[in-house]
C-alpha cells in the first residue's frame, strides 16, 4: 500500500470552503484533494495517493478525520494534548478560538493510521465555524461533563454530520459514571486528560473502528467499538 507523509497541524479560524489548514480543494468528482495529490472522500477518509517514500513513522496508509465536539470548559484541547504530547495543560484555561487541529499516527493492525483530530471552541460564538467541518468528519468525539446532558449536541450532529458518522461520547474529568452514558445508545467511555486515564485507548478504539469500517474483509466479523473498548478497560484493571 502507498504511503503518504503526515502533515503538522495548525490554526485555522477559516470554514473548509475558504481554505482548510490541509490545503483541500474541491474537484469536479465531488472528493477533495489534500496537500500532494491525496484524495479525501465524502466521507472523510483519506486516500494516499503517493508512493511510499521511506519507513519513516511520518508516512501512513490510510487516514481519517476526527473532530472532538462539546461545551467549553469539557477539556477538549487538554484531551488532544494529552495524546498528542503525553502531557496536560495545567495552569489558567485558555479557551480555543476558532478551529485548530492535530495530526496523530497510530499503528492499528500493522497499518499506519493517520488521525487528523480537529479540535473546534465551545464557546457558543464559534458555533457556525464548527458546523462548517461536520459534514467532512468520518468520526466525532463528543465530550462531555455531566452536569451538561449530552442531548444538545447529539442533535446538532444529527443536523450537521453525515449519518453514517461513527460517534462516541467521552466523560472526561469525571470517571467512573459510566451508566449514565450508557442510556444515550451510542459507544461512550470516561477520560481524564489530566492522568491520562484511557485517553490513548478512547483514540485507537476509533482508529480501529474507522479502520475496520473502511477495510473490513468480506468475511471479518464486525469491530463492535463498545465491546473493545469494555475489553480493554477491564483488562487494563480500570476501576470503572
Ligand atoms: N481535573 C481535570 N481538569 C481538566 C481535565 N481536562 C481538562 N481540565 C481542565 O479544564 C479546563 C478546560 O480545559 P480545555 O481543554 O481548555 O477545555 P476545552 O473543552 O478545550 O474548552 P474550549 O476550548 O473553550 O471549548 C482547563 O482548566 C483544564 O486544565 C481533566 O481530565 N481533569
Ligand atoms: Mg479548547
Not at 193 to 199: H, I, R
Amino acid at each position: 500500500m502507498s504511503r503518504k507523509k503526515a502533515g503538522k497541524g495548525k490554526n485555522a479560524n477559516s470554514s473548509p470552503t475558504t481554505g482548510s489548514p490541509t490545503g483541500k480543494q474541491k474537484g469536479k468528482t465531488g472528493k477533495s484533494t489534500v496537500g500532494t495529490g491525496s484524495v479525501v472522500q465524502a466521507n472523510g477518509m483519506v486516500h494516499p495517493s503517493r508512493p511510499s517514500l521511506s519507513n519513516s513513522s511520518e508516512f501512513y496508509d490510510i487516514a481519517f478525520k476526527v473532530m472532538l465536539v462539546g461545551d467549553s470548559g469539557v477539556g477538549k484541547t487538554c484531551l488532544l494534548v494529552r495524546f498528542k504530547d503525553g502531557a496536560f495543560l495545567a495552569g489558567s484555561f485558555i479557551s480555543t478560538v476558532g478551529i485548530d487541529f492535530r495530526n496523530k499516527l497510530l499503528n492499528i493492525d500493522r497499518l499506519k493510521v493517520k488521525l487528523q483530530i480537529w479540535d473546534t471552541a465551545g464557546q457558543e460564538r464559534f458555533r457556525s465555524v464548527t458546523h462548517a467541518y461536520y459534514r467532512d468528519c468520518f468520526l466525532i468525539m463528543s465530550l462531555l461533563l455531566l452536569s451538561s446532558p449530552p442531548q444538545a449536541w447529539l442533535t446538532e450532529i444529527h443536523d450537521y454530520a453525515q449519518q453514517d458518522v461513527v460517534l462516541m461520547l467521552l466523560g472526561n474529568k469525571m470517571p467512573c459514571l459510566s451508566v449514565s452514558l450508557q442510556e444515550f445508545g451510542v459507544p461512550y467511555m470516561e477520560t481524564s486528560a489530566k492522568s491520562g486515564l484511557n485517553v490513548e485507548l478512547a483514540f485507537t478504539a476509533v482508529a480501529k473502528e474507522l479502520k475496520h469500517r473502511s477495510m473490513k474483509e468480506p468475511n471479518e466479523p464486525k469491530f463492535k467499538l463498545q465491546d473493545y473498548v469494555n475489553k480493554e478497560m477491564k483488562s487494563a484493571g480500570c476501576a470503572c
